[in-house]
């Protein structure tokens, strides 16, 4: 049984910072492509950002320049850095992670439970 488990999520002004990070757990070998997506109230989920398991990284325009996505290969743990946060980033930001390689094979598109983030002043 594959889990992504999310954290870092909060409340922060305009132009704060957030760190969301998520860790896969569950006899994994590898992961090909992790990545954030996020969902604000009454609106589509929608990407923010992927990054490969060999470090190409995809952003949402609307985040371009204000947000970083890494990973830990070693540690199955993908990281979003948000800077100069905006109120139109409140949204629910999910964890996702396609093509697990695990020990029961290969599992695709699996998502972590969400985490709150707001910014409001």
């Known amino acids: 049984q594959v889990q992504l488990v999310e954290s870092g999520g909060g409340l922060v002004q305009p132009g704060g910072s957030l760190r969301l990070s998520c860790a896969a757990s569950?006899?994994?070998?590898?992961?090909?492509?992790m990545g954030w997506f996020r969902q604000a109230p009454g609106k589509q989920r929608e990407l923010v950002a992927t990054i490969t398991s060999g470090g190409s990284t995809n952003y949402a325009d609307s985040v371009k320049g204000r947000f970083t996505i890494s990973r830990d290969n070693a540690k199955n743990t993908v990281y979003l850095q948000m800077n100069s946060l905006k109120p139109e980033d409140t949204a629910v930001y999910y964890c996702?992670?396609?093509?697990?390689?695990?020990?029961?094979?290969?599992?695709?598109?699996?998502w972590g439970q969400g985490t709150q983030v707001t910014v409001s002043s």
């Open positions: 996702n992670a396609d093509r697990i390689h695990s020990r029961v094979g290969v599992i695709f598109n699996s």
């Open positions: 569950g006899n994994i070998f590898s992961i090909n492509t």
